[in-house]
C-alpha cells in the first residue's frame, strides 16, 4: 500500500509559478511510475505528467507530459525524501483545477498513464489561476 498526500497548491496570477508536492509512504516498489491527474469542474480527469522509475536511484528516469503543459511544467523525484514534485511555470486560467498525486506499480516509461490506470491517489490540492 502507498499513501499520497499532495501540498503546494494556491491562488495565483496568469504568468505565475507553483510548485506542487507529494509525499509518499508506504510500499516504495509500488511507485515504479508516479504522476499528476488534474481534474477542473465540468471536466474529465487528465492526466499532466508522470516519471517513470525504479526504488533504486540510479536507475535513468523516463518523464511525459500532457502537450498542453510541455515547455511550462517538470515533473521530478526526490528518491531520498520519496517525494514527486511538479514545477509549474507560466500558469494560464485553463490550468485551475484539483491536481491529484497517482502511483502505480507498473512503470510507465512507454508513455503518459491514463488517469484510470493510477492504483493509488493522494486526496488532492486545488490550483486556482487568475487572468
Known amino acids: 500500500q502507498v499513501q499520497l498526500v499532495e501540498s503546494g497548491g494556491g491562488s495565483v496570477q496568469a504568468g505565475g509559478s507553483l510548485t506542487l508536492s507529494c509525499a509518499a509512504s508506504?510500499?516504495?516498489?509500488?511507485?515504479?511510475?508516479m504522476g499528476w491527474i488534474r481534474q477542473a469542474p465540468g471536466k474529465e480527469r487528465e492526466g499532466v505528467a508522470s516519471?517513470?522509475?525504479?526504488?533504486?536511484?540510479?536507475?535513468?528516469?523516463?518523464?511525459h507530459y500532457t502537450d498542453s503543459v510541455k515547455g511550462r511544467f517538470t515533473i521530478s523525484k526526490d528518491y531520498a525524501k520519496n517525494i514527486l514534485y511538479l514545477q509549474m511555470n507560466d500558469l494560464n486560467p485553463e490550468d485551475t483545477a484539483m491536481y491529484y498525486c497517482?502511483?502505480?506499480?507498473?512503470?510507465?516509461?512507454?508513455?503518459?498513464?491514463?488517469?484510470?490506470?493510477?492504483?493509488?491517489w493522494g486526496q488532492g490540492t486545488q490550483v486556482t489561476v487568475s487572468s
Open positions: 497517482g502511483a502505480r506499480r507498473i512503470g510507465c516509461s512507454s508513455g503518459l498513464p491514463a488517469p484510470g490506470d493510477f492504483a493509488f
Open positions: 508506504g510500499s516504495t516498489v509500488s511507485t515504479t511510475c
Open positions: 516519471i517513470n522509475s525504479g526504488p533504486q536511484t540510479t536507475q535513468s528516469q523516463t518523464t
